[in-house]
């Protein structure tokens, strides 16, 4: 391992030149992180959103694709940490990222213990501002405050709500049985039966909807139990 810390994530490249990509996804691999690369540049922002990562690797110059317009369509729905890495070495570039959104920014060709350095950092700061924050599907949670937030539009919810939603989260897209769900709001003090989390989940789904979350991000699975 190359070691430049102790914050591990799973990190989301968008760069457009293979070698460089592959390069990329080995230096992050093994300081233990875990690589997501973009599919569809012109879909970069959309693919972020769906892949809730903890930190993303963005080239500003790719093909089809704006670089700029993807920061700014990642920051109107999430503050996942953005690290611009291009090989421009324009000052107007760095000022643009800075204003759309990005968090730091790396000209290549780079040195991997530097850009290592540059990801620990802001994984680190990540989970120092936002322990009690939580993000999936362009759904962010506030554990400490209770809201709820997507597309830039806030929402209260109450504690069983809240705790819904963070059980459906973490487990980012897996089914969550509706036993498992009970479970989390045993640890409330409301008195929780069958009816209690049906009113529950469909409280959440509404909120959500006034949030602007899209139609059925919140799914029933017949039988099963409920996911994002």
């Known amino acids: 391992?190359?070691?430049?810390?102790?914050?591990?994530?799973?990190?989301?490249?968008?760069?457009?030149?293979?070698?460089?990509?592959?390069?990329?996804?080995?230096?992050?691999?093994?300081?233990?992180?875990?690589?997501?690369?973009?599919?569809?540049?012109?879909?970069?922002?959309?693919?972020?959103?769906?892949?809730?990562?903890?930190?993303?690797?963005?080239?500003?110059?790719?093909?089809?694709?704006?670089?700029?317009?993807?920061?700014?369509?990642?920051?109107?729905?999430?503050?996942?940490?953005?690290?611009?890495?291009?090989?421009?070495?324009?000052?107007?570039?760095?000022?643009?990222?800075?204003k759309l959104g990005a968090d730091d920014y790396l000209a290549k060709p780079y040195r991997p213990a530097v850009l290592l350095a540059h990801v620990a950092r802001l994984l680190q700061r990540a989970n120092s501002a936002g322990a009690s924050r939580i993000e999936f599907a362009g759904i962010a949670l506030d554990m400490a405050r209770a809201t709820a937030s997507c597309a830039g539009n806030e929402?209260?919810?109450?504690?069983?709500?809240?705790?819904?939603?963070?059980?459906?989260?973490?487990?980012?897209?897996?089914?969550?049985?509706?036993?498992?769900?009970?479970?989390?709001?045993?640890?409330?003090d409301a008195f929780v039966d069958d009816n209690t989390l049906t009113v529950n989940v469909n409280r959440l789904r509404r909120a959500l909807e006034r949030a602007g979350a899209p139609d059925g991000v919140l799914k029933t699975h017949r039988g099963q139990g409920y996911s994002l």
């Open 1 to 98: 391992m190359l070691g430049a810390g102790s914050w591990m994530g799973r990190i989301f490249v968008i760069e457009d030149d293979g070698s460089l990509r592959r390069e990329l996804a080995n230096v992050l691999q093994l300081d233990g992180h875990e690589v997501c690369e973009c599919a569809d540049f012109a879909r970069g922002a959309e693919e972020v959103l769906a892949a809730s990562p903890d930190a993303v690797i963005l080239d500003l110059k790719l093909p089809g694709a704006d670089g700029l317009g993807i920061c700014r369509g990642i920051r109107g729905s999430s503050e996942v940490p953005i690290l611009v890495l291009t090989s421009s070495d324009a000052e107007f570039d760095e000022v643009m990222s800075m």
């Open 155 to 188: 929402i209260g919810l109450t504690r069983n709500e809240a705790c819904v939603l963070a059980a459906l989260i973490r487990a980012r897209g897996a089914i969550v049985s509706r036993q498992e769900l009970m479970r989390a709001l045993w640890e409330t």
